[in-house]
């Protein structure tokens, strides 16, 4: 029984490592955030459930101003809902953001990019 156990933990613990930093949030029971990392020229793409018809947002930090991020909203079936990017903004600004109002209640697609030569690291958070 101990080592069905164990056993569990492990592959929950391998699941949830392989996973990250895909996530499934539920912004019906509030606000998400979270730390990571970003290669250069990769991406990381985050799963969240808005209200339909309420305020929604994402922001995002980035600790190197030097980097070149974009940050993009989908909906499930890849139409671009919103998206602010590094050449959109004055060089001192380290913070992204996009706010909608989601027409349905269902899980979009928020997906960061890192158009930079470099790894960087970045906080973001959403309703």
Avoid: C, H
Avoid at 17 to 37: K, Y
Avoid at 41 to 50: P, V
Avoid at 100 to 107: E, H, R, T, Y
Avoid at 117 to 126: D, G, K, P, V
């Amino acid at each position: 029984m101990k080592k069905r156990i164990m056993a569990g933990v492990f592959s929950t613990f391998l699941l949830l490592q392989n996973s990250v930093p895909t996530t499934l949030a539920d912004a019906f029971g509030g606000a998400r955030s979270g730390e990571f990392t970003i290669g250069a020229k990769e991406s990381n793409n985050f799963n969240i459930r808005f209200y339909g018809g309420k305020p929604a947002y994402v922001d995002l930090v980035v600790t190197n101003k030097e980097t070149k991020l974009e940050l993009s909203v989908f909906d499930m079936k890849g139409n671009l809902i919103a998206k602010d990017k590094e050449s959109d903004r004055a060089w001192l600004d380290y913070k992204y953001t996009i706010n909608w109002i989601p027409k349905d209640s269902a899980v979009y697609k928020i997906k960061v990019v890192n158009n930079s030569s470099s790894t960087t690291y970045y906080f973001i958070e959403a309703n």
